[in-house]
Nanobody
Framework: QVQLVESGGGLVQAGGSLRLSCACS????????MAWFRQAPGKEREFVAA????????HYADFVKGRFTISRDNARSTVYLQMNTLEPEDTDIYSC??????????????????WGQGTQVTVSS
């Protein structure tokens, strides 16, 4: 059974930082690309960042603007999202997702079959 468990969310002031973690189990983690998405109530999921199986290739949404960094530790089966210079507009539920191939890093939610439960990020102004 594949399980993804996020942690690291919370309340932070604008300009602050948070580091999200997503611990994965149930599949060989290093075989698959990983991604982070975010979603506000009543809105569609929005792509944030993705990383290939070795971490050598990444892709970010335009709104990240160099503020976020996705990384992974295959020995720990964990993917991270370092978020700096947070803005109130970044307030959302952030979820990690595991893909279906090692190299392809998609940007659509339907390209990722496995999801965590999400962690709330709230940025106050």
């Amino acid at each position: 059974q594949v399980q993804l468990v996020e942690s690291g969310g919370g309340l932070v002031q604008a300009g602050g930082s948070l580091r999200l973690s997503c611990a994965c189990s149930g599949r060989t983690f290093s075989n698959y690309a990983m991604a982070w998405f975010r979603q506000a109530p009543g809105k569609e999921r929005e792509f944030v960042a993705a990383i290939n199986w070795r971490g050598g290739s990444t892709h970010y949404a335009d709104f990240v603007k160099g503020r976020f960094t996705i990384s992974r530790d295959n020995a720990r089966s964990t993917v991270y999202l370092q978020m700096n210079t947070l803005e109130p507009e970044d307030t959302d539920i952030y979820s990690c997702a595991e893909g279906t191939s090692d190299a392809y890093i998609g940007q659509r939610p339907d390209e990722y079959p496995y999801w965590g439960q999400g962690t709330q990020v709230t940025v106050s102004s």
